[in-house]
């Protein structure tokens, strides 16, 4: 079983920088890629940004030039730094990771860490 831990959530003030961690742990295949998602309240779940184990990078267009993304595949981990954050970053990060299957593909999700941006 693959269990994905977030942690680095929490308060910070329009134009802060917070910086989201994410391991993986348990029974953990070679994922083809690791990323966030955000939900905020009343709001569809949004991807935020991807890594692939080729260190290919994809952003929203929200986020671009704000938010970077990294990995280290060795310790099956993904970071995202966000900075010149705003108050529409606000929401609940889900860290996700997925391998390719037959036919689709096998997502693992977080429970996800609350960032709030509010001054």
């Known amino acids: 079983q693959v269990q994905l831990v977030e942690s680095g959530g929490g308060l910070v003030q329009p134009g802060g920088s917070l910086r989201l961690s994410c391991a993986a742990s348990?029974?953990?295949?070679?994922?083809?890629?690791m990323g966030w998602y955000r939900q905020a309240r009343g709001k569809q779940r949004e991807l935020v940004a991807v890594?692939?184990?080729?260190?290919?990078?994809n952003y929203a267009d929200s986020v671009k030039g704000r938010f970077t993304i990294s990995g280290d595949n060795a310790k099956n981990t993904v970071y995202l730094q966000m900075n010149s954050l705003k108050a529409e970053d606000t929401a609940v990060y889900h860290c996700?990771?997925?391998?390719?299957?037959?036919?689709?593909?096998?997502?693992?999700w977080g429970p996800g860490t609350q960032v709030t941006v509010s001054s």
């Open positions: 348990g029974s953990i295949p070679r994922f083809n890629a």
């Open positions: 996700n990771a997925y391998r390719l299957a037959l036919g689709g593909r096998n997502d693992y």
């Open positions: 890594i692939s184990s080729r260190n290919s990078t």
